[in-house]
């Protein structure tokens, strides 16, 4: 095999070893997420059904401000997700492409300031 074939055939396996590193942490990252909605969830169930038992509608009032906003966040995960395996056809559209990376430039400027990192567009 040649030089460059060689090359070739190393970048490709680099890249996919980085697309499959990536997928895990995403993995994991997600992994994280749902057991912390899920333990947040749980340990308010516990208090809803012990306080409702007990007839303190007080305490359930108060452990479901805690419990509302994580099962939120669980409900939008179950749709993101159920969205992320269904086929959407694409809806191909012209866009003025400065725009589009002038934005997503503007939604990451805090995120950047925030790591000290700095970035230049050029549109």
């Known amino acids: ?3 460059k074939k060689t090359h070739s055939v190393q970048s ?14 995403a993995v994991a990252d997600l992994a994280h997420l749902a ?7 749980s340990g308010c169930g ?14 359930v009032q ?3 401000q805690l419990y509302q906003p994580s099962f939120w966040r669980l409900k939008k995960l179950q749709l993101d997700l159920i969205k ?4 959407y056809p694409l809806d191909v559209q012209s866009c003025a ?18 790591r000290s990192i700095a970035i230049e567009t050029r549109l």
């Open 1 to 3: 095999m040649s030089d």
């Open 84 to 87: 992320y395996t269904k086929k």
């Open 46 to 59: 516990e208090i809803i059904d012990l306080a409702i038992q007990k007839g303190q509608f007080d305490r």
């Open 12 to 25: 490709s396996d680099a890249i996919c070893q980085e697309r499959l590193s990536n997928a895990g942490r």
């Open 62 to 64: 108060k452990a479901w």
């Open 97 to 114: 492409v400065n725009d589009v990376a002038a934005t997503a430039a503007a939604g990451l400027k805090e995120i950047l300031n925030k």
């Open 35 to 41: 057991k912390n909605i899920i333990q947040v969830m």
